[in-house]
Nanobody, 121 residues
């Protein structure tokens, strides 16, 4: 099993910044795509950004130019630097990983417990 632990959420004023972290632990054979999703009240969960094992990135249009995803393979970690935050970014942010626990197992989708980000004055 792969476990994901997120940190870094909180309350920030509009225009401010936050950095989210997610560390994977447990039985890990390989980590493929890693990413961040968010879910605001009354809305569906949506992709914010993801990063492949080779470093290729993908961003939602709403965060392009403001958010940056990065990955540290040595630490089994990903980060989301969020700048120029606005109230529409308020949501629970979830770490997501597509991974194999063992070489003979199929890849599985793993989720963290979520971290709240609130942008408000």
């Amino acid at each position: 099993q792969v476990r994901l632990v997120e940190s870094g959420g909180g309350l920030v004023q509009p225009g401010g910044s936050l950095r989210l972290s997610c560390v994977a632990s447990g039985t890990i054979f390989s980590l493929n795509s890693m990413g961040w999703y968010r879910q605001a009240p009354g809305k569906e969960r949506e992709l914010v950004a993801d990063i492949g094992s080779g470093g290729s990135t993908n961003y939602a249009d709403s965060v392009k130019g403001r958010f940056t995803i990065s990955r540290d393979n040595a630490k089994n970690a990903i980060y989301l630097q969020m700048n120029s935050l606005n109230p529409e970014d308020t949501a629970v942010y979830y770490c997501n990983v597509i991974a194999k626990s063992r070489s003979w197992q199929a890849t599985q989708n793993y989720w963290g417990q979520g971290t709240q980000v609130t942008v408000s004055s």
